[in-house]
């Protein structure tokens, strides 16, 4: 569904009128258009590794160069999933996670000499506060570095906007979205029911992709 056929879903199940356009809402209307973007939301922080937000990319290191910046929609790295592609025909390489404690106490100063007679080829990896992946040992060559992770996700703001949810899970959305308003309405019964609902298809919706190994590397 589209953010518009979404809210006009909520709207007809709390006998709203609907609307059509998202660029001209009032009352309630307004109220159950902000309610989606809060449910998508809901749903997505409600796990960290949902396969519909995994991606990949690489990195391309430079010599003497010890930290890279990442995508910038990255909300959790895969701290498995750090490869090395020395070139030629050499093999790829995991890299090994540092904590960035660890990097500063025991291996900061061995990236810190003078000379370049500490670059070689990397080992290890390590996030920075400010989600940059830094290296050790810092590059002596030109490599590529891949990396998989999962982002984070923009609100719905247009009509034909749809969720990073995938399709089938719509319904999920929609009644967590009903949750939220009928407890606005102080409609304790009618939420406590969809509450009930929720959670059953946030379940489903778990067994049918958190615990498929192989989902998030066919989509």
């Known amino acids: ?121 990397p080992e290890r990896f390590y996030l920075t506060p400010d989600l940059k992946l830094g290296l050790y040992p810092e590059p002596d060559a030109t490599y590529t570095v891949s990396y998989e992770y999962y982002a984070t996700h923009s609100d719905l703001s247009a009509n034909t906007d749809t969720p990073i949810i995938p399709d089938r899970f719509h319904d999920i959305i929609v009644n967590r979205a009903k949750y939220y308003a009928y407890m606005l309405r102080s409609d304790l019964q009618s939420a406590q029911l969809t509450e009930r609902d929720y959670k059953e298809g946030l379940s489903r919706m778990r067994v049918e992709l958190i615990n498929r190994k192989d989902y998030f590397r066919a989509v």
């Open 1 to 121: 569904m589209t953010y518009l056929q979404l809210i006009n879903a909520v709207l007809i199940e709390l006998n709203e009128v609907v609307i059509t356009t998202v660029a001209s809402t009032r009352g309630i209307q307004s109220a159950v258009k902000d309610l989606i973007n809060k449910s998508q939301k809901d749903i997505i922080n409600s796990e960290v590794e949902w396969p519909f937000t995994y991606s990949s990319n690489t990195v391309s290191t430079s010599s003497g160069t010890g930290e890279y910046s990442l995508q910038t929609d990255l909300k959790t790295l895969n701290e498995d999933a750090v490869i090395l592609n020395p070139g030629g025909s050499k093999p790829l390489k995991l890299l090994k996670f540092l904590s960035y404690d660890e990097y500063n106490q025991s291996y900061l100063s061995l990236n810190s000499d003078p000379d370049d007679t500490h670059l070689a080829e």
